[in-house]
T-cell receptor, first 113, second 114 residues
Framework: GESVGLHLPTLSVQEGDNSIINCAYSNSASDYFIWYKQESGKGPQFIID?????DKRQGQRVTVLLNKTVKHLSLQIAATQPGDSAVYFCAEPPTSGTYKYIFGTGTRLKVLA | EAGVTQSPTHLIKTRGQQATLRCSPI?????VYWYQQALGLGLQFLLWYDEGEERNRGNFPPRFSGRQFPNYSSELNVNALEPEDSALYLCASSLAGTYQETQYFGPGTRLLVL
């Protein structure tokens, strides 16, 4: 896998508001995407995934939207809670014939009380 | 079912020493991945092992090496440690390193090089 070693952008959201975290991908052949949540000092945790035959997938308080036309993913968190504070990043598992797992840079979500 | 486990949780070394980090994948997973995550930064891919073989390697010097054992557990070795090697080292596993496989991460080993 690859990722860009940049300092993370930060999204600050008031508790109770909805959060939207965005991710752009570059490989038009990618057809499966994952969102991970990483709390401070911990390993990333799987949140939700989506396959390219879907535009939208909902989980518990989370929704992932996929726009294949512009190669864009978004993660929406409803009624953001303090426990949602973490770094969120998208990932593209290998497509057929490739062996690269690609991670987005990540976005730090700060929930304000 | 147990998740990915890593040991030790923390490791403190001095410049020039060698570090060995260990990872046990989820039962049934044959692929193991290693990542370096410096403080505040994204994941940097280090190594990928599958079925005991090194499948891919990131842009790291040769002093970063590893291996995968017959039981699919893995070691990451870092020789001639430098302070800039200080980071959280994450291990992930997947069923196989192929199409549409989800990686599941361990808690990481935090390495500090003084």
């Amino acid at each position: 896998g690859e990722s860009v070693g940049l300092h993370l952008p930060t999204l600050s959201v008031q508790e109770g508001d909805n959060s939207i975290i965005n991710c752009a991908y570059s490989n038009s052949a990618s057809d499966y995407f994952i969102w991970y949540k990483q709390e401070s000092g911990k390993g990333p945790q799987f949140i939700i995934d989506i396959r390219s035959n879907m535009d939208k997938r909902q989980g518990q308080r989370v929704t992932v939207l996929l726009n294949k036309t512009v190669k864009h993913l978004s993660l929406q968190i409803a009624a953001t809670q303090p426990g949602d504070s973490a770094v969120y990043f998208c990932a593209e598992p290998p497509t057929s014939g490739t062996y690269k797992y690609i991670f987005g840079t990540g976005t730090r979500l700060k929930v304000l009380a | 079912e147990a998740g990915v486990t890593q040991s030790p949780t923390h490791l403190i070394k001095t410049r020039g020493q060698q570090a060995t980090l260990r990872c046990s994948p989820i039962s049934g997973h044959t692929s193991v991945y290693w990542y370096q995550q410096a403080l505040g930064l994204g994941l940097q891919f280090l190594l990928w092992y599958d079925e005991g073989e090194e499948r891919n390697r990131g842009n790291f010097p040769p002093r970063f090496s590893g291996r995968q054992f017959p039981n699919y557990s893995s070691e990451l070795n870092v020789n001639a440690l430098e302070p800039e090697d200080s980071a959280l080292y994450l291990c992930a596993s997947s069923l196989a390193g192929t199409y549409q496989e989800t990686q599941y991460f361990g808690p990481g080993t935090r390495l500090l090089v003084l």
